[in-house]
């Protein structure tokens, strides 16, 4: 199995993120699939090219996204698994380099088939809506074509990180909202995801909670019925896929309290759902380093969702 820091330096090489001098471009290695058949559902549009950031906080993110679509990497040895990977960024990019990527080229290192989610934003100029409709549809587009793919039906997750973390317990949680019209074959299965994973996600928008991606979802002054309509735990019901949370304890952005109020909740309606908080690490920590505990988050998903497909056996 290849080490950390293999899979550290190999990113250009599966394709997920090349560097070239002192700025990130994405490689042209791996597969693309748009998500809708012609402009997408919803209201709003970009202007300009797709942006992939250069410097700072945003190096490697991309914004500005017109063209939703899912980057597909498909392993030598498939496990029959899928995982479709929401980075974060607030809704307002998308860290690819930072958090996504190196969540996909683990799990694709341990054979599973990985989609990494291009999602529309709404600082982009899109309705709040956008994200969710292209989550939905993606979820809807493996599952469709998982024999091509070699993947079970009935063994597709989701993975997402901060802002992305909201919008894929979003998609596991409303899998049936009605986010857009669609009427093609992709449209006859369930987006709901047999497994979730959710790292130092966005989970509630009320206060005193203030995040980007409350903002950029509510607004500046939401209303409190705003707020609870978009916190994933308003949704915590018995039917919830089972689900693995992932916290730090020193995490200025998304604090544990988030993933505390999603764990009682899925606990107390009778859901599966394991939480692990670790003592430090920050926010956005990808697969973290070697001296934090908390690099161990990869081998833990991965042991809890051989539990999962396990008992689905």
């Known amino acids: 199995m290849p080490s950390r820091r293999e899979l550290l330096t190999t990113a250009g090489a599966l394709g997920i993120v090349a560097l070239i001098g002192a700025a990130p471009a994405l490689a042209q290695q791996f597969e693309e699939i748009p998500l809708w058949p012609g402009p997408p559902p919803g209201k709003g549009a970009v202007s300009g090219p797709e942006a992939i950031g250069k410097r700072g906080a945003g190096y490697g ?114 899998p049936n909202r009605k986010f857009y019209d669609g009427k093609d074959r992709y ?29 950029e979802i509510i607004g500046e002054r939401p209303t409190r019925s705003a707020e609870e309509a978009w916190s994933l735990d308003t949704y915590a019901s018995k039917d919830a896929p089972p689900m693995i949370l992932f916290s730090s304890a020193d995490d200025p952005t998304t604090p544990p309290g988030h993933n505390l109020a999603l764990f009682q909740a899925l606990k107390k309606a009778g859901a599966s759902v394991e939480l692990h908080i670790f003592a430090d690490g920050g926010h956005g920590w990808g697969l973290g380093t070697p001296d934090q505990t908390l690099s161990q988050w990869p081998d833990l998903l991965a042991a809890w969702i051989d539990t999962r497909m396990n008992k689905k056996k």
């Open 61 to 174: 993110a991309v914004s500005n996204i017109s063209r939703p679509r899912m980057r597909v990497y498909r392993p030598s040895k498939p496990n029959g698994r899928a995982v479709l990977i929401c980075g974060g960024g607030g809704y307002f990019r998308i860290q690819l380099w930072k958090e996504s990527g190196p969540a996909a080229r683990w799990l694709h290192s341990r054979g599973y088939t990985v989609f990494e989610l291009i999602y529309r934003l709404p600082n982009d100029g899109w309705d709040a809506a956008a994200p969710f409709a292209d989550a939905q549809r993606a979820m809807k587009i493996i599952r469709s074509r998982a024999a091509e793919f070699g993947i079970r039906p009935d063994a597709i997750g989701i993975l997402g990180q901060s802002a992305g973390g909201h919008l894929a317990g979003f998609t596991a949680l409303q």
């Open 187 to 215: 449209e006859a299965v369930s987006a709901r995801p047999d497994f979730a994973a959710l790292l130092f996600p966005v989970v509630s928008l009320r206060e005193p909670f203030h995040t980007r991606t409350r903002k």
